[in-house]
């Protein structure tokens, strides 16, 4: 009798394989489940999931003049507030800038709005004390004319320590650079660094 081979797609097709039965001589004989997911198959499946995973951080890649750019118009901000120059701080914010923080009262957090005029005035009318926000840079990520920055921070009033908390900045690249669009940020007096 000749060998026959043969494939019982039953119940262990729905389990994701398939049963392998020859027959010799007239003997059925069983050779066990076969996965679908052969090594060919698996290599096929790793490398397209390897793709996916990395596209995004391919996409997302910038240049470190794009970074440093970004970085730039935060630092003249702050620059600016040390200074208490609001023309410094102005140049470097898009026109209809949002600011938001937010806060907790009574154990409801809250978002409070500020507008840019009040901001900037706050900024640039005299002050004996030198307004200090320390900020480093932990996060930027940019994608065509967007970035998305995450700075934490220490502000002081002079030497003394205020608050602390995370900034997180919006900005576009417009014709003229990179300008913040929006900003908001957390402030705290515990669990400072």
């Not at 290599?43 to 730039?72: D, R």
């Not at 938001?100 to 154990?107: A, P, V």
């Not at 200090?132 to 967007?146: G, P, T």
Request: with cysteine.
């Amino acid at each position: 009798m000749p060998l026959e081979t043969g494939y019982n797609w039953g119940a262990s097709y729905a389990a994701g394989g398939y049963e392998q039965v020859v027959q010799l001589r007239g003997q059925t004989r069983y050779l066990g489940i076969f996965s679908l997911s052969t090594p060919c198959l698996m290599k096929k499946l790793l490398l397209a999931s390897c793709f996916l995973a990395l596209a995004p951080a391919a996409f997302a890649q910038t240049s470190p003049a794009e970074t440093a750019a970004v970085k730039k118009t935060i630092t003249t901000f702050f620059d600016g507030m040390r200074k208490g120059d609001s023309a410094m701080v102005r140049s470097t914010l898009a026109p209809g800038v949002v600011l938001h923080t937010i806060m907790s009262r009574n154990g409801a957090v809250q978002t409070g709005t500020e507008k840019a005029a009040e901001f900037l005035k706050l900024v640039g009318t005299p002050h004996k004390e030198v307004y200090d926000e320390r900020i480093s840079f932990e996060q930027v990520l940019i994608d065509a004319n967007l970035a998305s920055v995450w700075t934490p921070y220490q502000f002081y009033v002079g030497p003394k320590f205020s608050h602390c908390g995370y900034n997180s900045f919006q900005l576009v690249k417009f014709t003229e650079g990179w300008k913040i669009v929006h900003i908001i940020d957390t402030r705290r007096k515990e669990g400072c660094k």
